[in-house]
């Protein structure tokens, strides 16, 4: 089994509906991100958590929310969702130590008519 | 913040041809980390290093942190199909709170 299992894995929605993304680690680690991937722009941090009480913004959260239900669980959601939107969206854990390793998901392809 | 430099964009390369990638910072890094895409999957940890002037290899790659600490550099030697993806360099530093910051990827496209 996957030890970062993304749900759904694609997803097409409309203009102002609210969607979320669902993320579940089997790795153990702390540490967990929400990552937004454009074509020929990298990896965009959203947003990130070092711990369950721990929610931090990352480079490009406006327009997202997330949820640190659980060590294991860290869900991402679109309040309203607007067609610039459409990506592809990782979930990535690390541990604390000082590697930070990223260990990402599948991706889930969100497309926004 | 900071930002990262990788070069080139993208590659296309013959089957059995070495392959070099770089990024470079204006700020120093404590830790480079190289990743590779493969189509329709998440990034996968490459090789990690440490330490500046570092040098170390998996299998074909290697991998260099450089004097500075602000550019590491990727070779892939004797290049095969499934060397087909987008790879990503990325630095850690202690002052970013310690997350990593990636580059923008290079897309690598080997003919057979």
């Known amino acids: 089994d996957a030890d970062v299992t993304q749900t759904p894995r694609n997803r097409i929605t409309k203009t102002g509906k609210r969607i979320m993304l669902e993320c579940s680690q089997t790795k153990g680690h702390d540490r967990m991100y929400w990552y937004r991937q454009d074509p020929g722009l990298g990896l965009q941090l959203i947003y990130y958590s070092f711990d369950v009480k721990d929610i931090n913004k990352g480079e490009i959260s406006d327009g997202y929310s997330v949820s640190r239900q659980a060590q294991a669980k860290f869900s991402l959601s679109l309040e309203s969702a607007i067609p610039n939107q459409t990506a592809l969206y990782f979930c990535?854990?690390?541990?604390?130590?000082?590697?930070?390793?990223?260990?990402f998901g599948p991706g889930t392809r969100l497309t926004v008519l | 913040g900071q930002q990262l430099n990788q070069s080139p964009q993208s590659m296309f390369i013959q089957e059995g041809e070495d392959v070099s990638m770089n990024c470079t910072s204006s700020s120093i890094f404590n830790t480079w980390l190289w990743y590779k895409q493969d189509p329709g999957e998440g990034p996968v940890l490459l090789i990690a290093l440490y330490k500046a002037g570092e040098l170390t290899s998996n299998g074909r790659l290697t991998a260099q942190f450089g004097i500075t600490r602000k550019d590491s550099f990727l070779n892939i030697s004797a290049s095969i199909p499934s060397d087909v993806g987008i790879y990503f360099c990325a630095g850690r530093s202690n002052t970013n709170a310690g997350k990593s910051t990636f580059g923008d990827g290079t897309t690598l496209t080997v003919k057979p």
């Open positions: 990535a854990t690390s541990d604390s130590g000082v590697t930070d390793t990223q260990y």
